[in-house]
């Protein structure tokens, strides 16, 4: 596609449920990074990948979130047994090469947990 | 680790006046700066970038931002605002983490209000 796209875009959970948010980045672009925007963190990087690994997973914030990317293209942030605090807008990037000189955002896709 | 301090989190202008969105950042040996944009429930979009060279950089939308690497700054400045405008602005550090990821580290955000 022309951009990189995130679905759902609006997701609502009960608290305690499993949810999965998706990302199809620009067709080519071997560099994945997922963020969180959330009111009182800003935000935060969370996972890279490059291709289908994920060598730095350090801004992960619990071991109830995992990420995977198959293809070398779609992306998969799953969350279990959300919590309140989960609630937030989650980015994702991607960028042809992984060298940190440019990045294209998706709309974001905005969790509530109730 | 970077930081980014985004000195004002609102900044009101009238219309066509000009505007200046206050950003310094942590020092490193090199540093790739970025500002974004979002308009709101959308994601972010590139204004502009330094990655080398020129320090004054242009963008889209008329906007600028000159690299001063003695203050650690990246001031973004547009000489005349348009209600279109009213967005918020994110400046951004790309540092690599040592496993080959080049993160994003955000300030926390300037709203710009542009008031007709």
Redesign the interface.
Known sequence: GAG?S?SPSNKVTEKGKDVELRCDPISGHT?L?W?RQSLGQ??E?LI?F?GNSA??K??LPSDRFSAERTGGSVSTLTIQRTQQEDSAVY?C?SSLV???????????T?LTVV | AQSVTQLDSQVPVFEEAPVELRCNYSSSVSVYLFWYVQYPNQGLQLLLKYLSGSTLVKGINGFEAEFNKSQTSFHLRKPSVHISDTAEYFCAVSESSGAGSYQLTFGKGTKLSVIP
């Open positions: 990189v995130q560099a990074y963020y800003g935000l990087f890279y490059q060598p730095d350090s801004g980015l990037a992984g060298d940190g000189t440019e990045a294209f955002f998706g709309q974001g905005r």
